[in-house]
């Protein structure tokens, strides 16, 4: 039977100074049998991700003025944290509660999103993910002390799940964000043991996933036919929870990488240079774009814009690609999908580059090479931040990767 009680009050969990240890295919519906149990993987380890001597070389050369722009987009601010091992929890009667991320502040988002246990553990991955920020939801969680009081979003859970599910937790609308943050839990899989692999059904915490999303996760082995969208509040009879594999904007680990070549398939080295066109994205646009393109294409590089193609498409662009390049943006995230050993080149405003590339390059094994701009404004209005990059610094490059 399945306990429908919502708890009052909301704890943090206590974690296992010696958790048990897992590898490949080692958990089964044995791992189960307490509220919560916590399991590490052998195998996953944190990646060193050292800032690149092109962004070394310009820290300190601009007058600290970032015109509005974030700490994690600016190089000289970016926050440090060592990366966290990713762990696998099995919980038996937890809390799922759906919903979409809308405003976010002060440690809190809204409409959902939360994981707890039984008894109103709260874990790791009981917060959602965005943008590396790891939130509680305001609408279902008021702090009070040291803990929280809980507020039911419904009279009663909306659903009981009976048998064996994996939370996925976000996939997100965004095609950069379910690159980073939708894969991240899908490292998993393969520490699933066979019986499971063929029963288990996965749970994303949106009532909507994009097509796109769907394909991505699908690659990554998520059958289609069994995956599902939790709803308001769900009381689910076995739950898996893997903790992500990386921290957007601040740290990874190998099992990202991992997930990212099981979506690739790689079977070759790739060949190509690639320079990956932000020509139809009407935000942040480089006002000399065409020229950059025009010195890439003179160069002998592709110049492709992503995302008339398929998400197979793209992601066969990017595994046949010995160099990508293009400006910052989410188009580049691709480069996690290119063979290792390659080169990736990204042209970025001085005040907006994430740490992501950065990640990106180091976790997949590529040599990373940055060309910056002028800084965008951002008072201004989404569509007029535009910014220009020094055609000479785009020249520098394209002696840096052959």
Known sequence: MISSDLPVHAHDVGVDTEPNVLGYGGLNQGCFGAEVRRFRVVGVRGVDAPTPPDVARVLGDTEVGWRGANT?????????????????????????????????????????????????????????????????????????????????????????????HVLLGNVHHHFGHTILEGLTRTWAVPYLSAELRRSVRFLVYEPEIRAFS????????????????????????????PDCAMRTHWWITSAQADVWRTVAIQASPGT???????????????????????????????????????????????????????????????????????????????NFFLRDDVLVAAAVGHDLHVGFGDMVDFAKPREERTWKVDLDVVKELLTQVR
């Open 72 to 164: 994690v987009s600016v190089p000289e601010l970016w926050p440090d944290e060592e990366p966290v091992q990713p762990d696998l929890w099995c919980l038996e009667n937890a809390h799922v509660f759906g919903g979409r991320i809308h405003d976010r502040g002060n440690g809190f988002h809204y409409d959902g999103q939360l994981l707890m246990t039984a008894t109103g553990g709260l874990l790791p991955s009981s917060r959602g993910v965005m943008d590396g920020n790891r939130t509680l939801a305001g609408d279902i969680l008021t702090g009070v002390g040291a803990g929280w009081t809980v507020t039911t979003p419904t009279t009663a859970p909306t659903r009981r799940l009976t048998g064996t």
């Open 272 to 350: 190509a240079r690639i320079f990956l066109s932000r020509a139809g994205v009407k935000y942040r646009q480089a006002v000399n774009n065409d020229q950059v393109e025009a010195l890439f294409h003179q160069a002998g590089w592709e110049v492709v814009r992503p995302e008339q193609l398929s998400v197979d498409d793209q992601v066969r662009l990017a595994a046949r690609a010995r160099s990508m390049a293009g400006c910052v943006g989410s188009q580049m995230y691709l480069s996690c999908f290119q063979p290792p050993g390659g080169s990736t080149i990204v042209i970025a405003p001085r």
């Open 214 to 241: 769907r394909r991505l996760l699908a690659r990554a082995g998520i059958p289609p036919d069994r995956l599902g969208h939790a709803s308001r509040w769900d009381v689910v009879e076995r739950l898996i929870v």
